[in-house]
């Protein structure tokens, strides 16, 4: 079984909305034919207790167990399956194989301001556990990861980590809570909204249920997210419909749809619109599929 990681990112906006794209597997031959997808039907998520340092008291659980609530709604009418809330948990790991933890964790710190040069962590990404700090890009806002079989897409474990770290230029994305109002660009307070914890988890949960980025702005699966952003917080009907027919309630989980899979792509590629970085890259840990959410640039006036 060889080991892949997949980093998809998407940028820029798009003018042909796609109704959701499912998260293919990767196998030693790169994308294949399978779809990332649950085999059971009970997923239970444990929230790392540090929780997010800069919102009051328990609000961030609040937001993402309200995120859970959102998906659980959608399920209810349409499939079984059900988000399960666990315990808490104090060691969370991400990407651990089997373990089946799903945690969610909050990262304070970058990794490259914790982390000495000459930690063995650096050799074979294990920093963020080890370190408990966020080691991915500056400008990806969360990230999930599932580990899965290369051999039938079936996901055993999937992880949602958020970006709380310093950038390079010294900022960080500040997570907050609350409906209103907005902030204003590098105003960011606990008392308007900033990055969107509800907003973000929703996004991710899409994910780890097996979901990828679609071509447009308005889909909870749009790849990027401005500040204040509080659109992802409702699953859009394109995700919603792609979820009620892949976990149909009673049967097992439907296989990819490669017809529109096939199409999906080939009008990303013909509208020109669609930057995707679909990369096989080094070994981060076994049969993972990293899927980010990335802060919304504003465009340079040109
Ligand atoms: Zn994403």
Same mark, same amino acid.
């Given at each position: ?47 790392? !207790?540090?929780? /997010?340092?800069? $919102?009051? @008291? ?7 167990? *309200? &995120? ?77 990861? !599932?580990?899965? /079989?290369?051999? $039938?897409? @079936? ?7 958020? *970006? &709380? ?138």
């Amino acid at each position: 079984m060889s080991k892949w990681a997949l980093l998809v990112v998407m940028v820029a906006g798009a003018t042909s909305a796609q109704p959701y794209l499912r998260t293919r597997a990767l196998s030693n031959s790169g994308a294949s034919d399978l779809c990332v997808t649950w085999s059971v039907r009970k997923v239970t998520y444990r929230m790392d !207790s540090a929780g /997010s340092a800069k $919102t009051p @008291v328990e609000a961030e659980f609040t937001a993402i167990d *309200n &995120a859970f609530a959102t998906w659980q709604t959608l399920a209810r009418g349409c499939s079984d399956f059900e988000f399960i809330r666990g315990p808490r948990i104090t060691d969370a790991k991400v990407g651990r194989g089997t373990d089946q933890d799903n945690v969610i964790i909050f990262r304070e710190e970058n990794c490259r301001d914790v982390v000495p040069l000459t930690d063995a962590c650096q050799s074979d990404g294990s920093c963020g556990n080890t370190h408990k700090c966020w080691e991915h890009g500056d400008s990806t806002i969360a990230l999930t990861t !599932s580990t899965y /079989s290369t051999r $039938t897409g @079936v996901v055993f474990d999937s992880d949602i980590e958020f *970006n &709380a770290g310093k950038s390079l230029d010294g900022t960080r994305f500040l997570f907050t809570t609350i409906s209103s109002p907005p902030c204003a660009e590098g105003m960011e307070t606990p008392f308007c909204t900033a990055y969107d914890i509800q907003n973000t988890a929703t996004h991710e949960i899409g994910h780890l249920v097996g979901f990828d980025h679609v071509n447009g702005t308005t889909s909870t699966m749009a790849p990027t997210a401005p500040l204040a952003d509080l659109q992802k917080r409702v699953i859009d009907p394109g995700t919603a419909s792609g979820f009620c027919g892949t976990y149909p309630k009673g049967k097992p989980p439907v296989p990819c749809d490669e017809l529109a899979q096939l199409k999906n792509r080939i009008t990303a590629r013909n509208t020109g619109t669609l930057g995707c970085s679909c990369d096989g890259v080094g070994v981060l840990w076994p049969w993972v599929s990293l899927v980010v959410l990335v802060r919304r640039r504003r465009r340079a006036a040109r």
